[in-house]
């Protein structure tokens, strides 16, 4: 099911706590604890959502003695870009589309 990978990134990102961490990702690596410092929510739940985007595969971890650091996985943000490019391309072209028919007026 890789072809829905990054469409489960896009619903991933659907719920806010998991937006916040994902943008606080993307200002450096961090830890669990350093995350839920910086949310409303605690560690526990922290985890929760940062399993939800390592298996959307929009973020990974290594292991730093005790502790796991999460980053963005570049690949996987990179292809989520993409995505989201295309849609919008998509969607400015069906406008143009639309704006460019003539109108019963017009003819």
Do not use: C
Not at 25 to 48: H, N, T
Not at 54 to 76: C, H, M, Q, S, W
Not at 87 to 99: D, I
């Amino acid at each position: 099911m890789v072809a829905y990978q990054y469409l489960d990134g896009l619903g991933a990102l659907g719920d806010p706590t998991r937006r916040a961490v994902f943008a606080s990702l993307a200002e450096r690596p961090k830890a669990v604890g350093e995350l839920a410092d910086g949310l409303p929510v605690s560690r526990p739940a922290v985890s929760q959502h940062l399993k939800v985007l390592k298996d959307a595969g929009l973020v990974t971890e290594r292991v730093a003695g005790a502790r796991r650091i999460y980053r963005l996985n570049p690949v996987a943000v990179g292809a989520l870009r993409d995505q989201l490019d295309t849609l919008w391309n998509r969607a400015l072209a069906s406008y143009k589309e639309v704006v460019e028919q003539p109108t019963e007026e017009g003819t």
